[in-house]
């Protein structure tokens, strides 16, 4: 008798919660059930899955490695004009941006400095995607004229001036020093024409010095970034709660306003769709329609990152790269062509995303709230037959949200900010690097 | 006559020991049988195709004269010119009917024998090629990842003024696709509508039936299993057999999938990178960044094939 009256029991349970789904009415908003609790779990940090084997890189998890970087990323006497370094874009206070619409080395650049916070996770780096590894993307800008504006030579014989005990703690000793001392400062095969003539002058054994140090100091600075943890926000201390079955717990950590924007960031906005996972993305391009910041010269965002890609000498299939050929699957199966690559952006993670205002690749909106209205109502790519391939793809539908809706996905947005950690090493320059020894 | 019999039941003891040993590869009887069956299918089926598209185009034929004949009878200066054309038109109105039912039903049996000899086909190939064919259900993807980095919805590529006729992304959800356990509705969660009839098979004809082609993931869990893994690239066999069960061999093979419900194709692209033996195909580069419905179409060129642009369709549902 029993076996026959529980399932109908469980079916009128189960029923009553789908006429009560995500509706704005819903009595009590904190009411999760097991399953939606099993689901939400996947957005923790708790959950997040061990960081991504680097075979190209080999000293990616070294900690002395990493220390190295440490110093470098902070180190503005390596950039032309000796006051930018990479934490000029890539801020710890402002969660590694730099708060700028477009960002700003020794010049203007055409895009906003993302967040390095979880992007030891992605298979592409840039916004475009135009670099395959963390240690490939950390020598661009060194080399590009409006960011630290170096010659690959001249950057390379400063750095080893600076930290030669160091560079030869991690990679063992130079053999053939007085090479690299010997070298030009300006010599660069991506430089102005004296930069390329000069390079062009040098044997193929200079040049191979000199690439194997560059490719060296953007491996280190791979480690560094590769050692940079996010702290548990609120909500993930709500979600981590909820697992513990702690219910009076899990209700005072977030506001009711923030729950009901965490049942439409899942549900009816759908934003989870391509920010998901614990560190709120899915690593892959998208074209939003987000205004373009120059429509004389449209950004075509991941086509010309694969052109790049393609031509790229520091790659996972380079004679730089520590990997086997079958270790780099992703650039070996590289997608070269279709409609939806035009226009296309990396998912930005979410993270920090209230900390990390202006927002899109160019800095198009300047608060959530004008981010949010875009999606409510978008406008589809702009196209301009003479500047694109073909019809960009179009990957949003308008949400059509009422105002405290909106309101709601914003303050929900809010809980995703980690706290700042000021006793961690990596993150604060400040500690020094004795005090890091003794605390070992 | 004695010697003769005894040379007889030596021949065949050899060619029996030979059979068995040396060449274990050729096809057997049974596999030799099905795939003669499965072709026999095939061939009525084709044919009850042609007779219902011959009956269907005499069918349109009658149906303009028959368009003619009722305007002339409108047109009929007195009753018995009427009546004689209505005659005539209740006449040709009966033939219609009867090609119409014909060929209705001769396409029923098509669709019937067409489903009957992929089935055949798809035992004669299991039976012919046997070890290679580990998995013979649709090609699936393991339902318990963690790692469900994925978008996963209707997403389509508009016009601008399509943009006030679009729905929100909860507007189309099928009720049965959602997790009624969970008071979350994520539209993310509740995939794409595939038609409810559609052909996941992993054991496909290709569409000028010159072959008959199977798929499946490679396995690179210990446990053997056979799961598409989602966000991972990972490795397939393609096995391309003609009718009569001959391997396709140096096949030239191009790859395109996509998902029809979202415009888009592939994060990668997938190539042949080995034939493993005979009409075994490696297939390498394969990764899906969502779950949903996909396409995987296999362009196959083949030197000694009569049609040289032939491909074979899988239809895939995460």
Known sequence: ?????????????????????????????????????????????????????????????????????????????????????????????????????????????????????????????????????????????????????????????????????????????????????????????????????????????????????????????????????????????????????????????????????????????????????????????????????????????????????????????????????????????????????????????????????????????????????????????????????????????????????????????????????????????EISDSQILSGN | MIFKVNYNVLALCLSLTFFSTVVSAVPSKQSNNLFNHANNLLDKANLAEKKSSEEIVSANKIRKELNKLRSKVRKAKDSSERNNLTKQADNLASQLKNLQDSGSKLREENKHLFKQSLEVFEEAIVERWGKKIRNRKPVSMDSETTSFISHNTRFRSVHPNMLNKMGTPTDNINPENVNKEMSLLVPALAGQNAPPDLDISSFQISRKQQYFAHIEVVSTTQQGEVLAPLNEIHKWHLILSNLSGEPIENANVEIIGHMPGHVHGLPTEPRVTEEVEPGVYKVEGVKFQMKGWWVMQFNVTDEKASSKDDSVVFNLVF
């Open chain 1, 1 to 429: 008798m029993t076996a026959i009256k529980y399932p109908i029991f469980l079916f009128l349970f189960l029923s009553s919660c789908v006429f009560s789904q995500d509706r704005e009415d819903q009595q009590d908003v904190y009411a999760f059930t097991s399953a939606d609790i099993n689901f939400l779990k996947n957005f923790s940090l708790s959950n997040l899955s061990p960081i991504p084997q680097a075979p190209s890189n080999n000293i990616a998890d070294s900690i002395e490695a990493a220390r190295l970087g440490r110093a470098l990323f902070f180190d503005s006497r390596l950039s032309k004009n000796g006051k930018v370094a990479c934490a000029s874009c890539h801020a710890p206070k402002k969660y590694f941006t730099d708060g700028l619409a477009l960002s700003e080395g020794l010049g203007k650049t055409q895009r906003s400095a993302p967040s390095l916070l979880g992007v030891a996770w992605s298979p592409w780096q840039y916004w475009d995607g135009r670099k395959d590894s963390l240690w490939s993307q950390a020598l661009g800008p060194i080399e590009h004229p409006n960011e630290m504006a170096m010659d690959r030579s001249g950057f390379v014989r400063k750095v080893l001036s600076l930290y030669r005990q160091e560079y030869e703690y991690v990679f063992g000793k130079i053999e053939d020093y007085r090479t690299i001392k010997k070298l030009p400062k300006k010599a660069s095969p991506i430089g102005d024409k004296r930069s390329q003539k000069r390079w062009h002058k040098l044997s193929s054994y200079q040049q191979d010095q000199v690439n194997r140090a560059f490719s060296n100091i953007g491996k280190v600075l791979m480690s560094y970034q590769r050692q940079l943890k996010l702290p548990a926000s609120r909500f993930d201390d709500f979600i981590d709660a909820m697992q513990e079955k702690n219910d009076q717990g899990y209700r005072s950590i977030l506001s009711e306003s923030e729950v009901h924007g965490l049942r439409l960031f899942m549900g009816k906005a759908n934003c989870f769709s391509c920010h998901n996972g614990p560190l709120f993305t899915n690593f892959e391009f998208h074209n939003i329609g987000a205004p373009e910041s120059d429509e004389a010269k449209v950004d075509l965002g991941r086509y010309q990152g694969v052109l790049d890609l393609v031509k790229d000498e520091f790659t996972c299939l380079s004679k730089w790269s520590d990997a086997k050929e079958s270790e780099c699957e992703e650039m070996t199966y590289l997608k070269k062509s279709g409609p939806e690559l035009v226009g296309a952006f990396k998912t930005p993670t979410l993270r920090n995303i209230a900390a990390t205002a202006p927002y899109m690749q160019s800095g198009q909106f300047k608060d959530l709230k004008e981010v949010l209205a875009h999606y409510n109502l978008p406008k589809p790519p702009f196209y301009d037959r003479e500047q694109h391939p073909n019809r960009p793809h179009f990957d949003i539908l308008p949400l059509k949200l009422n105002d405290k809706e909106l309101e709601n996905i914003i303050a929900f947005l809010s809980t995703l900010t980690s706290p700042f950690p000021q006793d961690d090493y990596w993150w604060n320059p």
